[in-house]
């Protein structure tokens, strides 16, 4: 009977999608020339397709939800088999090590262009460890973050056309700059939390940007700065190649020099400050930690990283206009830290290696690409919405205690 | 002063335009504490549904006025059933979770709704019929305001009412307020809570339909993106008011559309949004819950 009623669910499902996609799918008008065209394969292939479908989703939703009452019931924190290898020190090493040879070797096994799709996805890995700061560890809600990535790409751009500052000068300065861009965006919004600070936040990066496009004297416009040089080594001449492969080492090192520094940050008195902070303001302050400072530190630190990610990206595609710091783009690197799961360092380098390289190889659907990327998101959160790697939360275990309880600090 | 009233009437046109957008996002938002990113979407897709409706009506040979009303109609029942679907896939599994969790699967759904109406119809902007009939009685003030804006008027007072009486008045209203209040104790008491949430996707998915076959009328077309900005501006008057006040989220509409256009009437038109977002922060500055929100204080 069981199979019965699901095949009946099914069929239910099926027909809410052929009535849903309806109009849409099988209607298409041409206002210009005044037809319509009517596809009712499509209409067919959404049924088919939804009985199908239906099926594996009611699958995945209970087996999740067994998932979630064995967790209650055992009351253990589940490990994910990444999380395992990674602990583990027999995997960890030769991991490491395979890693280290894969990542020297890539640009010269790779054609150029991957080694540039490579770049873009370490910058997204440095830029989203920095909005990991803001988001993943202080819990503050930034939805333009985008904005200290034009300022970075834009003080280089900048101070190179009307002053020739190298790319060397202008990595220090770009993240300086972003660094006091977000402080004077920490101010005013010290007092708001939520989705207020998420909506101001998002007013800041639409006003950087739309200021960016408007104000021609000053950043030239929606036609952008053009011939950004790329950076030297020591004054030699670098062929394209030659280039792209000193730029994808720069990046490698930064990305490094990133990890390392976030890492160091997270175990830090002020790190520990921001996650108190994400946890419970109030109890936060009831603690003796300065609210203040700690959300400045939270965005103007996260904003560095931002910066110098944008001094690099000015550098490496030697031209850039306001169309590359619209909203999508922080909302992409948002989806970065919440994919790969926000606290977690190595989360969020394998989410910008899926969310980066995962349009760049899907251009073989390249109409679909998008849509797909959409319905990736929405079933990554439904059926892992911690992320792939979620934080692993640090415990005390107090053992050889008299009876041999183990405490869990919360 | 024909300037400033022609400023005024413009303004209170977009006022209205948010303010249809906007209601839903902070019913939705009252309800699950949830920015529902995908709203924009609905909207649009609300506008498209209109425009196929027409097309195939104006095909045979309907009356005019026939048509956008029935057109409309059908707009809102469609996009209903998207809401109520959108909330079943993405965001009902995630109810428990973060947040930051469900943001995310609404930009998903979001990119995903685009990108169906790109692939399924076109990417191009398609012209968008007006066939609301010129009024006689607009005719002496033709220069300052055309029909569609007095229905774009009319429709989002009749829609503030119809939810006041809806929220005030009615037992699904008081269930709708007891959910927002506090979910588990809602359930307590017999609230039937996935039905409320239900409930409220599909009132303000249709209410952004309707929003969407009126604007693409008075602007004249539409294209798969359209709603995107217009959710985005929406969001900003609904927080601009409070976010989660129904009163709270028209202020913020009216007060966001008339700044709009007393700003680029008078003093510049580059920098209209970036002045409606500076207001913005200004605003929120000074009342961090917005112009209507309560502040909350924190039990400890």
């Not at chain 1, 977000?182 to 600070?197: H, T």
């Not at chain 1, 679909?368 to 998101?377: N, S, T």
Request: aromatic share 12%.
């Amino acid at each position: 009977m069981m199979t019965f009623q699901e095949i009946k669910k099914s069929f239910l499902a099926a027909i809410w999608f052929m009535f849903l996609t309806f109009p849409i799918m099988v209607i298409k008008v041409n206002t210009i020339e005044k037809t319509i065209e009517w596809h009712w394969w499509r209409m067919a292939a959404v049924g088919l397709g939804a009985f199908g479908l239906s099926f594996l989703w009611r699958y995945l939703i209970r087996r999740k939800e067994a998932g979630k009452r064995k967790a209650e019931v055992g009351g253990e924190d589940k490990q994910t088999l990444v999380q395992r290898l990674l602990s583990n020190p027999r995997f960890y090493l030769p991991g490491l090590i395979a890693t280290a040879v894969m990542v020297v070797a890539f640009p010269f096994v790779f054609s150029l262009y991957q080694t540039n799709i490579m770049i873009t996805a370490l910058i997204y890995v440095v830029v989203g460890l920095g909005l990991n700061i803001v988001v993943g560890l202080a819990g503050l809600l930034d939805l333009g973050y985008v904005a200290f990535y034009a300022v970075g790409a834009y003080s280089y751009a900048l101070l190179n056309v009307h002053f020739g500052v190298s790319f060397w000068m202008a990595l220090p300065i770009g993240a300086a700059l972003a660094f006091l861009f977000g402080i004077l965006l920490g101010f005013p919004v010290l007092r708001l939390r939520g989705d207020y600070l998420a909506i101001v936040t998002l007013g800041f990066g639409e006003i950087i940007r739309l200021v960016l496009e408007n104000w021609n004297e000053f950043s030239f416009g929606p036609s952008g700065i053009a011939n950004i040089p790329k950076p030297g080594l020591f004054g030699i001449d670098l062929n394209l190649q030659q280039s792209t492969t000193f730029i994808y080492f720069l990046m490698i090192a930064l990305a490094l020099m990133t990890i390392f520094v976030v890492r160091r940050l997270q175990d830090s008195r002020i790190g520990r400050a921001w996650i108190a902070l994400r946890e419970d303001e109030v109890a936060c302050q009831a603690m003796g930690i300065d609210k203040t400072r700690t959300k400045l530190s939270a965005f103007a630190l996260g904003a560095t990283w931002a910066g110098m990610g944008g001094v690099v990206f000015a550098a490496k595609t030697t031209f850039i206009n306001p169309t590359s710091f619209t909203i999508w783009e922080s909302i992409i690197i948002l989806c970065v830290v919440v994919l790969g799961g926000m606290g977690s360092i190595v989360g969020v380098i394998i989410g910008a290696m899926i969310l980066i390289l995962l349009p760049e190889y899907l251009r073989a659907f390249s109409e679909y690409r998008m849509l797909i990327f959409g319905v990736i998101l929405v079933l990554m959160m439904v059926f892992r919405p911690g992320g792939i790697i979620s934080d692993v939360r640090r415990t005390y275990k107090f053992e050889g205690l008299g009876n041999k309880t183990e405490n869990k600090s919360q | 002063m024909d300037y400033f009233l022609e400023l005024f009437l413009g303004g209170l046109t977009r006022g209205s335009i948010y303010a249809l957008i906007a209601l839903g996002y902070t019913m939705v938002y009252g309800i699950i504490e949830l920015i529902n990113f995908a709203h924009g979407e609905i909207y649009m897709i609300g506008a498209f549904t209109g425009l196929i409706v027409i097309s195939v009506l104006t095909l045979l040979g309907w009356n005019t006025v026939a048509i956008i009303i029935i057109a409309a109609l059908v707009a809102m029942v469609y996009s209903a059933a998207y809401g109520y679907t959108i909330e079943k896939i993405a965001y009902k599994p995630l109810r428990g979770s973060q947040r930051l969790s469900a943001l995310i699967s609404a930009i998903g759904m979001s990119l995903f709704l685009q990108n169906y109406v790109l692939l399924a119809q076109t990417s191009n902007f398609l012209p968008f019929p007006n066939l609301i009939p010129e009024f006689g009685i607009v005719k002496p003030i033709e220069h300052i305001v055309r029909s569609t804006e007095i229905v774009i008027y009319i429709a989002a007072a009749l829609v503030m009412v119809g939810l006041t009486v809806l929220i005030k008045f009615t037992r699904m209203g008081k269930a709708m307020r007891a959910v927002a209040q506090d979910r588990d104790m809602a359930m307590l008491v017999g609230v039937d809570v996935n039905r409320v949430i239900s409930f409220t996707f599909v009132i303000g998915s249709s209410i952004a339909a309707l929003g969407g076959v009126l604007v693409a009328s008075h602007i004249g077309q539409v294209n798969y993106y359209v709603g995107f900005i217009a959710g985005i501006k929406a969001f900003v008057a609904a927080v601009l008011g409070g976010i989660g006040s129904m009163p709270g989220a028209v202020l913020g509409s009216l007060v966001l559309g008339w700044t709009e256009s007393f700003f680029t009437g008078y003093i510049s038109s580059d920098y209209e949004d970036v002045f409606a977002f500076v207001f913005l922060v200004l605003i929120l500055i000074f009342r961090p819950a917005g112009i209507l929100g309560r502040s909350q204080t924190d039990k400890v």
